[in-house]
């Protein structure tokens, strides 16, 4: 209380920044969960820019807890007449807190990072699934677009243009490429 001294005074306001350091990381910490599910699940793109506001937020924290961190050190250390022997108990158990509260800030700046890996992946992924697509389905139309091509050319000895089954033979040429082909890519699992 009153008569503990102005060194207790000092470490109770200590106490109380570094309370604080630990109500703003609960919520941060809810905020990262948040986002961690979000990853999880479908992702949209504003979590990158939470992602990202996040990490700045986790770097300004860091940023703030040093300086706490070294007052508390140097507050514990100290042989000053100006800090009582009882209240260098406190200090400790402050300056651990201090360094709690920086694990909790490093931890959630790799959770973070890890959950930035994982968005970066999944878009990875389902860009690599629509490629994929695409892939298929210019690698069915190509030979088909040549063949059209062919015929469309305006010769005039072509032999395949005077035969009676001439277009129907073309498209069952195509068709037969067209099937071929897709059947190829469900056997190859694409």
């Known amino acids: 209380g009153r008569s503990s001294g102005p060194h207790y005074l000092a470490y109770r ?3 109380a920044i570094i309370a604080n350091y ?4 609960e919520d941060v910490s809810d905020r990262v969960a948040q986002i961690e599910d979000q990853v999880a699940g479908n992702p949209e793109r504003d979590v990158i820019h939470n992602i990202h506001q996040l990490k700045r937020d986790m770097i300004a924290l ?3 807890l040093w300086p706490v961190r070294e007052v508390v050190g140097g507050l514990e250390k100290s042989d000053s007449d100006l800090i009582a022997q009882s209240t260098g108990i406190f200090l400790r158990d402050a300056y651990e807190h201090t360094i709690q509260v920086i694990d909790t800030v ?3 700046r790799d959770t973070l990072s890890g959950a930035l890996d994982i968005y970066l992946s999944s878009m990875s ?3 690599n699934e629509i490629m994929r697509v695409l892939t298929v389905m210019s690698t069915l139309f190509i030979p088909l677009t040549f063949i059209v091509g062919v015929y469309g050319m305006n010769f005039a000895h072509m032999p395949e243009l005077s035969w009676r089954y001439g277009y129907l033979g073309v498209w069952a040429v195509m068709a037969a490429a067209a099937v071929g082909m897709t059947v190829y890519f469900r056997r190859q699992k694409w």
Do not use: P
Not at 22 to 25: H, N, S, V
């Open 13 to 15: 306001l200590l106490d």
């Open 22 to 25: 630990f109500i703003i990381l």
């Open 62 to 64: 860091r940023k703030a």
């Open 106 to 108: 490093e931890t959630l």
């Open 125 to 127: 992924n389902r860009m």
